[in-house]
């Protein structure tokens, strides 16, 4: 398995997909692509479709009505996928604990790897988490 | 002949709501349009009923990240406008100051959007590149990119000091220069001019009849803006035009917002000058709010935003009622995207608002005939054809 994994770690594509958020941290994963961060240096790459994707980013608390969208999303990703839960409301519910329409546990959505918390988390810790990620594939 | 629909969605936040477009076609023209709302629903207002009165304030920031500071504000406007509260000078410039610079970040988002659904991904690269000293100002000013958590009832959270301005103001006349640039590049751009002008025509009558506002009604030749019909905080203090143009078509709508970010800049300019002499308080002590209603407007980026607030003498709201700029904008599709081709659908339904995640949920679009077909694709090849023309290569 370890060569297997080893083979995403060069260079990870990633699709977003954006679960009940404010928007902010997806502006903020927009930003990673633009010249000021640009992390396209690093072989990541946002993709259209989720068949193309090494990792999915999700934000937001998950909503009833988009959560078995994302679970119909991460059913059809290519395995092994790494999920990237951006910002406080993935990891948190950041101040929508209250609410009557969020799903209370995100993780029996989908399975989560790595947790960014941050409203909205800053790019460079965004950067750093994918980073991460590709030093503990690389074991 | 048999209908076809395309579905665009349902991933596609626009502030508070992600949309499902259906799109029915007859070969190459858009015939109706069906949306359904509801994907991006956190119960706002239902959540700070329950919440303090500072509480809500940090919670409706958090409807949309673009607009952050316009629903605070209208949120903040609504609760003073329950007692009164007369909020300090210093603070009417903060607050103004604010709401401006968001406005300019917000358009240069949405001016890079445009330009990547058309296949212009330079204008994208461009606009968000000058967008970042935008957001470098927030964080000199607020201490955070997004989410700045300026606003409080009776005033403002952070003072900007005045050993700060000089860098602020260089910034600033750097944005200028690159929006000068970018306003005049776009300007004499044939593509863009042939790509965009005619496009998804929104008439007068019907920006009336569909009750749309900011930009949207700017472009049809409806002269409504809440910043001069209704000003608050400094704008009544300020020299600004408001801009209006009268064809309503996709490329009005990118002009007026580019001129829009020219007059912007000149309102937090000034703002930023008097803030270097007026002096006072930021923040009046507010102890308690009286039983009462109030409501609160303000112009955001995408149009006008409304809060309702009534109160019963307690720290937190009984009713809060927010109504957001797209949720009357987005019906406007309804008169704008019927009769045009396909290709030209996806920067319609961008026009309105920003929609980043339409660019990679409305990737794979399926006819009833199941074959696949790329809206972003097609509408870029549209652009590449006219460039072409245009060019002879
Ligand atoms: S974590 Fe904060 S910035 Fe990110 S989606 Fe949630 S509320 Fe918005």
């Not at chain 2, 970042?132 to 952070?158: C, D, Q, T, W």
């Not at chain 2, 408001?242 to 002009?255: E, F, R, S, W």
């Not at chain 2, 309105?352 to 339409?358: I, S």
């Amino acid at each position: 398995m370890g060569w297997y994994k080893r083979r995403l770690a060069k260079s990870l594509w990633v699709f977003h997909v954006s679960g009940s958020p404010c928007n902010n941290c997806d502006i903020e994963i927009l930003d990673l692509l633009t010249p000021k961060y640009d992390v396209e240096r690093f072989g990541i790459k946002l993709v259209g479709s989720v068949r193309h994707a090494d990792v999915l980013l999700v934000t937001g608390v998950f909503n009833q009505k988009i959560a078995p969208r994302i679970k119909r999303i991460y059913e059809q990703a290519p395995k092994p996928i790494f999920v990237v839960a951006i910002g406080t409301c993935t990891s948190g519910t950041c101040c929508f604990k209250d609410s009557y329409n969020i799903v209370p546990d995100r993780e029996a959505v989908i399975p989560i790897d790595v947790y960014v918390p941050g409203c909205p988390p800053k790019p460079e810790a965004m950067i750093e988490a994918v980073a991460k990620l590709i030093g503990v594939l690389n074991g | 002949m048999t209908e076809n629909k395309i579905p665009v969605g349902p991933f596609h936040p626009l502030l508070e709501e992600a949309e499902y477009f259906e799109l029915k076609v007859e070969g190459e023209m858009v015939v109706d349009i069906d949306m359904e709302i509801g994907w991006m629903h956190r119960g706002h207002e239902f959540i700070s009923e329950s919440k303090a009165f500072t509480q809500s304030i940090y919670l409706v920031e958090r409807i949309c990240g673009i607009c952050s500071t316009s629903h605070p504000l209208a949120c903040v406007h609504a609760i003073e406008d329950i007692d009164n509260i007369e909020i300090p000078m210093r603070a009417r410039y903060i607050r103004t100051l604010i709401g401006e610079l968001e406005r300019v970040h917000s358009h240069l988002l949405w001016l890079g959007l445009a330009g990547h659904f058309i296949g212009y991904d330079t204008l994208w690269m461009w606009a968000w590149k000058y967008r970042e000293p935008v957001l470098e100002m927030f964080e000199a000013i607020s201490g955070n990119r997004n989410h700045y958590g300026m606003m409080r009832v009776g005033g403002v959270a952070k003072d900007v000091e005045s050993e700060k301005i000089p860098h602020l103001l260089q910034i600033l006349d750097e944005i200028d220069r690159k929006m000068e640039m970018i306003a005049k590049a776009a300007h004499d751009d044939p593509v863009l001019k042939s790509r965009l002008k005619g496009v998804g025509v929104l008439k007068k009558a019907d920006a009336i009849a569909y009750c749309a506002v900011g930009p949207t009604a700017r472009a049809s030749g409806l002269a409504i803006d809440v910043r001069k019909d209704e000003p608050s905080d400094a704008y009544d203090l300020v020299d600004f035009n408001i801009v209006v143009l009268p064809n309503g078509d996709v490329y009005d709508k990118l002009v007026v917002r580019l001129l829009e970010i020219i007059e912007s800049n000149k309102i937090i300019r000034q703002c930023l000058e008097q803030l270097k002499t007026v002096p006072g308080p930021i923040l009046n002590n507010v102890k308690e709010i009286t039983p009462g209603e109030g409501i609160g407007r303000y112009e955001a980026p995408r149009g006008e935003v409304f809060h309702y607030i009534k109160s019963d003498g307690t720290n937190r709201p009984v009713r809060h009622k927010v109504r957001a700029p797209s949720y009357v904008n987005i019906p406007t599709f309804m008169a704008s995207c019927k009769g045009i081709p396909v290709a030209d659908a996806l920067i319609t339904l961008a026009a309105v608002d920003p929609c980043y995640c339409c660019t990679e949920r409305a990737l794979r679009v399926v006819n009833a005939g199941s074959e696949h077909l790329d809206l972003l694709a097609l509408s870029r090849a549209k652009t590449e054809q006219l460039r072409r023309e245009i060019y002879g290569k």
